[in-house]
């Protein structure tokens, strides 16, 4: 029997503690050898997009997949978990709510390791549903004290302000442009669906951490050559996807007319996490595409959860 489980159980049994937890585990075994990912396919149509990744933890005897679709009404997203030794269907999570605390998570793990200690204020651009979690998770790894948050409907950066103050207790207000909140942050978030560059490098801090994690196409971007320029780290989930779907990077370095020397996983500094800030006035990026492994990872706990739980509901295939 495979277990059914939906948003609202995903909601109920992950919470952003849990998903730092895993994912910074998933880093673990992305660097010791331990996971085994693949980077993302799409199938591309005029109206629709069907999107497919999948990953393994062989040690701990999962495999997993995320599949999700793209239409004009809607996007729908499930994670299906799979038992390595007899090929049995464990799970089928709905994932959506999952795979945005995920994402959440990932950044909040780079911030851990790669933003000031002391970085209090952020930056945030974008208030969709990807940049609740994004907030949510670096107010978990860094004492946030305050936030400016831009995105082009008005009422919409209200109503996340007020959110952020009544769920996280922390000061928030709309920034009136990109530019005020990138120029605000200590941590800077981009959460966007944008096809060219929202922040400048010209607009940075000193000491300023970027996490940027809504352009996952080589056509789009949300960084600036400038900002690459200005960085002395920048992080990716996983080279050989960021090699297919780091807009940011791919048309940044085609400006700037540089390789990719010096681009290193993000895991590599969760597994050594010695100094990555030459200076307190460096600026370092955390480039997101977004890894299977994270899905397998916090997919496999939800699962155990519901069954200690009793949560979802049985299917038979």
């Keep these: 029997m495979a277990l059914f489980l939906s948003e609202d159980d995903v909601c109920e049994l992950l919470s952003m503690e849990r998903a ?7 880093f673990l075994a992305q660097a010791t050898g331990q996971a085994i990912n693949r980077p993302r396919k799409r199938i591309l149509l005029p109206h629709s997009s069907l999107h497919y990744m999948a990953a393994a933890f062989p040690a701990e005897d999962w495999y997993g997949m995320k599949i999700y679709t ?3 009404s809607d996007l729908r997203f499930w994670v299906l978990l799979l038992d390595v030794r007899s090929g049995e269907l464990k799970a089928v999570i709905q994932g959506d709510n999952l795979g ?3 994402t959440g998570a990932a950044s909040g793990v780079a911030t851990k390791y790669l933003a000031r200690a002391d970085a209090s204020r952020v930056g945030l651009i974008g208030t969709g549903r990807q940049a609740h979690t994004q907030l949510e998770a670096i107010t978990k790894v860094r004492q946030v004290s305050s936030l400016k948050v831009f995105g082009r409907d008005q009422e919409k950066r209200q109503e996340f302000c007020r959110d952020a103050q009544e769920r996280l207790g922390i000061q928030a207000e709309p920034a009136s442009s990109a530019e005020e909140a990138v120029r605000f942050g200590e941590v800077v ?3 966007t669906n944008a096809r060219d560059p929202v ?4 607009w940075l801090q000193p000491g300023t951490h970027v996490n940027t994690i809504g352009a996952n196409m080589a056509n789009r971007r949300e960084l600036d050559e400038v900002t690459l320029a200005r960085a002395s780290l920048i992080a990716v989930d996983s080279l050989e996807q960021a090699h297919e779907e780091a807009g940011d990077l791919i048309q940044g370095f085609a400006k700037l007319g540089r390789d990719w020397d010096g681009v290193v996983e993000l895991s590599s500094v969760v597994y050594d996490p010695g100094p990555r800030r030459r200076t307190q006035d460096d600026i370092t990026i955390f480039k997101s595409c977004g890894l299977a492994i994270w899905d397998l990872a916090v997919a496999a706990y939800v699962y155990r959860q519901a069954l200690e739980k009793g949560k979802g509901r049985e299917l038979d295939l």
């Design 20 to 26: 730092l937890e895993y994912v910074e585990a998933s």
């Design 70 to 72: 793209v239409t004009p």
């Design 100 to 102: 945005r605390i995920r």
């Design 189 to 191: 978030i981009t959460a």
């Design 199 to 202: 922040v400048l490098g010209e």
